[in-house]
Each structure stands twice: as structure tokens, then as C-alpha cells.
């Protein structure tokens, strides 16, 4: 972990015009800085860098943040591989916290074994253009296969010599330890017994993490051998977990984020072929089933994917299990069948990248409208089959969080199936609260981890739901909002000074001066208190997460909130602070109202803090009177069901509530707060 002062450090020296400009051309624009944003195919200049504010923002696609986390999303890197990579720019020295010795051999470990596959790849590159075997066999074979050489040494292939222990020996004779060669799982062998090569006589592809690693190892065989499979992958180990790698995600996700979808394919051959093609925006899942971790890796750069088939029916009904996960994380995903005899590698061997989406936007045809179709092709007029079809493809429509999309595959599987959509709706919420009660049982057995969504059912037409209601989104959000803008814009700001004319002496000359006399609660502080007293808690997550860290930090009068929540490790929050601290964040009209028409010049920020013993109370008010109308909202509609003894005490609540209303009408939402300390 990286340690405070030197995180300091390194927020001080990263300038975001300096870090921007690296990756953006920018110009000035009076006092900021604009450019093409570089996370969407923006036309016209709509990223804006602010120096004053060490920010940056696109006011089309929302995203932004500090120098961190522009990094981070530019470069997709972790928190911490961000803040090294600034580090390293600015030529500040990482010191990071004292580990516990358990934590130090974990790390070292797995240092050692990053280092000995980096040598490893540069060894097996090595033999493919140097060695006469890594030519003859090696390099022939990817020439064959149509492989330029920039594509080669872009992926970093190689070649494992036929010998069986060529590559162990040599990497005992760099001072490899042999502990290391067995745990990366680059050689085999027993105890007291001679290493052996795992990829021996094999062409090798190496495997990057997300930030360019090289985590594992693929090794094809060339040749034709009784009992040994074509491939052989580096088994799992500390380093590598299969379960949680994509072949090519190095390479592609700049590209996934730049054209907003993946094309997920099989094999290694495919990604390359198609990178050579000039389709970027791909990766691979190397032969397995699908996994939550390689789902939510593809999702963090793009919601929409499309998976490519090379027509095979075995193939695709085994890859059917592993869509349904893409549609539980809530992906939009589309499917293509290639043309007959042809797979992803072969295909784009023969096109070029406009060729190649062409055919894509003619074929692609949405997962569920595919699923249909196959499977209604299979069952023909058995009618226990067909039923066995509905009851497959219901499966997958119910996994779909989106209620608007389930709706409207519902419709269309309505027409496919002719069948009405009322008993699909009925099946589809059955299905839900089974899987919804599953997972929770689940959940409290042990921590899994599922895609943490309420239980949302929709509405059969005709029908009222009884037993559960679709989520709503909640009548407070708007005003929870407004009080975090204050949060993490002022901090522990005091909402008011009270200053007064004195006069003193320097010899001779009598100078006036404003003196301080009294000086209100901070911002966190007034809020903390102010909510507190009536027992109000944040109701949107995120907000609430906001609220309790400023909250640790009351005491601390050099506490800078801004700073602090913009250069968060989450991206939820740090983005959230970019919007709030944005001159251009849309205020409620009451508080642009209360600011006047400067709202918005470059005086707004500090006309703002002069009136936050106004406009701070009021937020917190209004939240509160949230709270009192949707009280009284929730009686009135008790009181339509209730009997005559229950209605008695609900008009007296009713009453009460409304005499609250009052109160704060006239002393707070007024056109002007006076408060007294």
C-alpha cells in the first residue's frame, strides 16, 4: 500500500493539463482547456480540463475526474498501478507501508514470478527470430497461417525449442530459482529430479493482464502426437487464475471503450487474425465457458457485446450457458453466425475492418431472437419439446435485469412462440423470485459473488402485484444530492464569519481593519448535526458513503474535501465529485434562484460561499420536508383502507405532520433563512 505522504506527493504534482496533453490535443478556451474527448467518437471538442481545478470533463459522454482517475480510465489501470504510473512521470519514489513478513514473501513471490515471465517471453521471442529451429518451424508456421510480422511481434509471440529442457536450463543459468520455473508452471518435473520444459516444441502465446503482465502462457503443438492435445496452457498458479483472464484484453480495451463494444471470440488465432484485420476491439475466452470475472472484466469497458460463431451447432449450444451470465450482468448482447466453414480467424483473414462490419451490422442478431430460433429449428411440432424450448428461453429472458429490455423481448418471444405474454410475464417472475430467494439463501450461507440487484417483477397487464412491487427510485434523491454538492465542494468550510469594523494604531496612523468575532460550524459539521438530530440517514448508497468518510473528518480543519473525494480509489465517487465540483453541475432552481444571475459566471463559486449560511440549511430542510410529504403521502393512503379506530390515529399523525409542514414552510423554504446560533 502506498503511503500517505507520498500519495500527497504525487496529487500535488499531478497537473491535469500536463497529464491530458499527454494522450489530448488541447487548447486554451479562456481560462481552461478543451479537446476531443478520448472516451467516445467525439466531433466536436466537448472535453474540458479546468487548471484551476485540477479536473477534467466530458460534457457529452460525463466522464472525467482528477489526474488519477483520468489515468485510470485511459489507461485502464487499478487505482494504485495509476498512481505508480504518475509516479514514475513525475519521478517521485513510490515508498509504500511496512508489510507483515507473510505479506512481504506473498509479494515477493509474486514479483519473482512476473519477472521470470517477462524472461521467459523475451526467451521464447528470442528463438522465434533468432534460432534456426524458431525460424524453421516457428516463424514458417505464423507466416503460414498469414500472421505479418509487426502482428508477431505486436503479441509477442514466440517458440518453445524441441530439446526438453532447453529453455529450463538456460533459466537456471540466468539465476531463476527452480521453485519459480515449477509455481509459473513453465517446467515440470519431481523433486530431486531433472526440469523439463511444459511448452517444448511449441508455438507460444503469451497471456497479458490488463495492464500488459504477462501472466501466462498457450503453447500450440506443430505436430501430430499419439495422447497430447493441441494446446497446453500454464496451469493456475498464485499469478494466474484462468477464470479471470481474456486472451487480448491488453491489446483491445482502448478499443472496446473507444467503439463501446467487445466481439468475443475462441481462440488466440481468432483475436490476432482480426487485430491484423483492423478489428481491435476483441478478445477471447480461450476455449472455456464463460466466468463471472471475464464478464465483469469486458463490462467495465462496455456494456454491449457480440459473440461471433463459426457455425458449428455443438459449439454454439455449449456456448449458450455462458450468454446467459453475460445477460444476468445485464450486457446487451448480439450474436453473429459466420459464414459456413468459417471461423473468426479464417474470416477475417479475408476481410478488411470495413468489409468485416459490414457483414456484422447485416447479421448480428440479438442473443434472445438467436436462442429462439435455434432451438424452434430442433423441437419441429413436438409439443413436449417446444415446451421444454419456452421454458429454456424464459430462463434467459428472466435473468435480464432491465425491465424495459425484458419487456421488449418479451413481446417479441410472444410472436416467435405465439404465445400469450401474459403466461410468459407469469413465468418469467416465478423464475425471479426463485433465483432472488436461491441467492439470498446463499448469500448468508457464505459471501458469493452475485450481481447484487433487487427483486424487480413485472406487471402482468390485468393483473395487480400483491406480493412484491418494482423498485422505485427514491423521492429523496434529488435533495441528497444537493447536500453532498456542499459536502464535497466546502467541507469544513464555516457556512458563516461574523466580522467587525476595529480600529488600532501603528504609530502615527490610525488603520481600520475586519476583525473575526464569530465563526459558524463547518459545512460537514452543521449537516452531520443538523441530520442527526432527527434521525436522518442518507438513503442512496453512494451519497451515504460520501457522508460517513467526510464525516471522520469534522476535526480536521485542513481536511480538503475536494481534493480528497476527487482523488478517491472508488471511480464511482471520484466521477460523482467531478460532476459536483463542476461549475456547469445544474443547481435546483430554488439554489440558482437564491444565488442570483451570476449562478454560473466566474464569480458563482464564491458568491456561493458567501451564502452558504442560506443555502446549506435549506438543503438540509428541504430533505427533511421530503421526508414529511412522503409521510403524509404514505397516511392518506392508509387511511383509505383503514377502519374508524385506526383512522383516528392516523388523522392524529396526519395532523401533526402537517403542522411540521407548516413550520418549515415559514422558517426555512421561505424566500430567505434566518437561523440562529
Not at 537456471?172 to 523439463?196: F, H, I, M, V
Not at 455443438?314 to 459456413?340: F, Q, S, Y
Not at 481593519?513 to 436522518?536: A, Q, Y
Amino acid at each position: 500500500m502506498i503511503a500517505q505522504i507520498t500519495l500527497g506527493r504525487i496529487q500535488d504534482a499531478a497537473q491535469i493539463v500536463d497529464v491530458v496533453s499527454d494522450f489530448v490535443t488541447l487548447r486554451r478556451r479562456g481560462v481552461n482547456y478543451v479537446g476531443l474527448c478520448p472516451f467516445h467518437d467525439d466531433r466536436t471538442p466537448s472535453f474540458y480540463v479546468s487548471p484551476s481545478k485540477n479536473i477534467c470533463k466530458c460534457f457529452a459522454c460525463n466522464e472525467g475526474g482528477s489526474p488519477i482517475h483520468f489515468v485510470m480510465k485511459h489507461e485502464q489501470l487499478s487505482y494504485y498501478e495509476a498512481l505508480k504510473y504518475l509516479a514514475k512521470k513525475y519521478n517521485i519514489e513510490v515508498v509504500e507501508k511496512e508489510f507483515t513478513d507473510e505479506e512481504k514473501q506473498a509479494q515477493s513471490d509474486r514479483d519473482s514470478m512476473f519477472i521470470l515471465n517477462e524472461y521467459a517471453r523475451d526467451y521464447f521471442v528470442k528463438i522465434l527470430h533468432a534460432n534456426p529451429e524458431g525460424k524453421a518451424v516457428g516463424l514458417s508456421y505464423f507466416r503460414e497461417r498469414g500472421f505479418r510480422d509487426d502482428i508477431v511481434k505486436k503479441f509477442q509471440l514466440g517458440y518453445s525449442l524441441e530439446q526438453r529442457d532447453a529453455f529450463s536450463v538456460e533459466a537456471q543459468k540466468a539465476g531463476y530459482k527452480r521453485d519459480y520455473l515449477l509455481k509459473t508452471g513453465l517446467s515440470t518435473g519431481n523433486e530431486g529430479q531433472a526440469l523439463y520444459d511444459r511448452f517444448r516444441g511449441r508455438v507460444i502465446f503469451p497471456v497479458h493482464t490488463l495492464s500488459g503482465k504477462v501472466v501466462a502462457f498457450g503453447g500450440r503443438i506443430l505436430k501430430k502426437v499419439e495422447n497430447t492435445g493441441k494446446y497446453v496452457n500454464s496451469p493456475e498458479s498464485e499469478i494466474y487464475s484462468k477464470s479471470k483472464e481474456l486472451y487480448g484484453i491488453y491489446f483491445a480495451k482502448n478499443a472496446i471503450v473507444k467503439q463501446d463494444k467487445c466481439f468475443l471470440v475462441e481462440g488466440y488465432t481468432d483475436v490476432i487474425s482480426m487485430h491484423q484485420a483492423g478489428i481491435e476491439n476483441v478478445v477471447a475466452s480461450s476455449g472455456t465457458a464463460l466466468t463471472y470475472g471475464q464478464i465483469r472484466m469486458i463490462h467495465r469497458f462496455s456494456e454491449n457485446i457480440t459473440v461471433l460463431y463459426d457455425g458449428d451447432a455443438a459449439g454454439i449450444k455449449a456456448a449458450l450457458r455462458g450468454i446467459d451470465l453475460l445477460l444476468e450482468d445485464g450486457m446487451n448482447v448480439k450474436v453473429v453466425l459466420l459464414p459456413e466453414g468459417e471461423d473468426p480467424d479464417s474470416f477475417s483473414r479475408k476481410q478488411n475492418a470495413e468489409g468485416f462490419h459490414h457483414y456484422i451490422a447485416q447479421n448480428e442478431v440479438d442473443f434472445i431472437r438467436f436462442k429462439t430460433q435455434l432451438l424452434l429449428k430442433e423441437v419441429g411440432d413436438d409439443p413436449v419439446k417446444r415446451a421444454g424450448l419456452i421454458s429454456n428461453v424464459v430462463e434467459s429472458i428472466a435473468l435480464i435485469p432491465n425491465t424495459i429490455t425484458r419487456s421488449v423481448y418479451i413481446q417479441e418471444c410472444s410472436q416467435l412462440l405465439d404465445m400469450q405474454e401474459q403466461i410468459l410475464i407469469s413465468e418469467i417472475n416465478k423464475i425471479r423470485r426463485r433465483n432472488y430467494e436461491r441467492k439470498k439463501e446463499q448469500k448468508e450461507k457464505e459471501p458469493v459473488s452475485f450481481p447484487d440487484r433487487e427483486l424487480e417483477l413485472m406487471p402482468i397487464p390485468g393483473v395487480v402485484l400483491t406480493e412484491s412491487k418494482a423498485s422505485l427510485k427514491t423521492p429523496y434523491e434529488k435533495y441528497e444530492k444537493e447536500i453532498v454538492r456542499y459536502i464535497v465542494r466546502y467541507g469544513n468550510m464555516p457556512i458563516y464569519r461574523k466580522f467587525e469594523k476595529r480600529k488600532r494604531k501603528e504609530g502615527r496612523e490610525v488603520i481600520e481593519e475586519d476583525v473575526l468575532v464569530e465563526e459558524g460550524p463547518g459545512v460537514i459539521e452543521f449537516v452531520n448535526e443538523d441530520l442527526n438530530r432527527d434521525s436522518i440517514i442518507f438513503t442512496i448508497s453512494l451519497y451515504r458513503r460520501i457522508f460517513d468518510e467526510a464525516a471522520t473528518y469534522i476535526e480536521d480543519p485542513d481536511f480538503d474535501a475536494s481534493r480528497y473525494f476527487l482523488s478517491h480509489p472508488d471511480p464511482q465517487i471520484s466521477r460523482l465529485a467531478s460532476e459536483l465540483i463542476s461549475d456547469r453541475y445544474q443547481l435546483s432552481k430554488i439554489h440558482a434562484k437564491i444565488l442570483g444571475e451570476e449562478q454560473g459566471d466566474k464569480n458563482s463559486r464564491l458568491l456561493e460561499q458567501n451564502l452558504l449560511n442560506s443555502l446549506v440549511p435549506r438543503a438540509t430542510t428541504e430533505l427533511k420536508n421530503a421526508y414529511i410529504m412522503q409521510r403524509i403521502k404514505e397516511i392518506k393512503e392508509a387511511m383509505k383502507q383503514s377502519d374508524p379506530e385506526e383512522s383516528l390515529s392516523l388523522i392524529a399523525q396526519l395532523k401533526e405532520l402537517q403542522e411540521i409542514k407548516k413550520v418549515l414552510a415559514k422558517e426555512f423554504l421561505g424566500e430567505r433563512i434566518i437561523l440562529k446560533y
